[in-house]
């Protein structure tokens, strides 16, 4: 299978632990996205890479979201000290950046619950 | 700023009947824009895609879009619903480097048999 795949596909934590879910983009792909999506909603973008520099950070990820993606291949994203707000699907997506392949593919989520 | 409005949450058809999806965009330049599909417990796949070319847009499954610039739409289409299309339908628009992609909230389809 050569799509998006994310690591774990569901995580149960206890509030104020610390978390970490890795995705791995298409091989070829040098862009890589973070979303969340909550029950209702549509994903919210969280951040963007282009191969390893982080371009783009949403407002919505706070001082206890941070992402890496070194060497421009699979990325991590890390929540600390947990809050029962951050429960969501975490999606990872990755794309070819180029404007005639520009659409994003999806990986299949993880799914975070704090408790 | 970019942004899409999905004027519909639900959307109910018969199975066999036409299938309009409506979505309305906001962008401050010439936009790119997406439906993707969601079925329950899958992953987002792409339905078809704008970026400035034919305004009539093709997509899988046979579903297509029309780009109406003078309306600001970009509602999706499919002459005859099958069961199988029962699933939730995110339009989207992207900025104007591809750098970030915002989603609407989601219309979800119910196919009746």
């Known amino acids: 299978d050569t799509g998006v795949s994310q690591d774990p596909r569901h995580k149960i934590t206890k509030r104020g632990q610390n978390v970490t879910f890795r995705c791995d983009p298409i091989?070829?792909?040098?862009?890589l996205y973070w979303y969340r999506q909550t029950l209702g909603q549509g994903p919210e973008f969280l951040t963007y890479?282009?191969?390893?520099?982080?371009?783009?950070k949403s407002r919505l990820l706070s001082d206890r979201f941070s992402a890496e993606r070194p060497k421009g291949s699979f990325s991590t994203l890390e929540i600390q000290r947990t809050e029962q707000g951050d429960s969501a699907m975490y999606l990872c997506?990755?794309?070819?950046?180029?404007?005639?392949?520009?659409?994003?593919?999806f990986g299949p989520g993880t799914r975070l619950t704090v408790t | 700023a970019q942004s899409v409005t999905q004027l519909d949450s639900h959307v109910s058809v018969s199975e066999g009947t036409p299938v309009l999806l409506r979505c309305n965009y906001s962008?401050?330049?010439?936009?790119?824009l997406f439906w993707y599909v969601q079925h329950p417990n899958k992953g987002l796949q792409l339905l078809l895609k704008?970026?400035?070319?034919?305004?009539l847009v093709k997509g899988i499954n046979g579903f297509e879009a029309e780009f109406k610039k003078s309306e600001t739409s970009f509602h999706l289409t499919k002459p005859s619903a099958h069961m199988s299309d029962a699933a939730e339908y995110f339009c989207?628009?992207?900025?104007?480097?591809?750098?970030?992609?915002?989603f609407g909230s989601g219309t979800k389809l119910n196919v009746k048999p």
């Open positions: 997506a990755s794309s070819l950046g180029v404007r005639s392949s520009v659409e994003q593919y």
């Open positions: 091989s070829e792909h040098n862009r």
């Open positions: 890479f282009q191969n390893e520099a982080q371009l783009e």
């Open positions: 962008s401050s330049y010439s936009p790119s």
């Open positions: 704008y970026t400035s070319a034919a305004t």
């Open positions: 989207v628009v992207s900025d104007y480097n591809f750098n970030k992609f915002y």
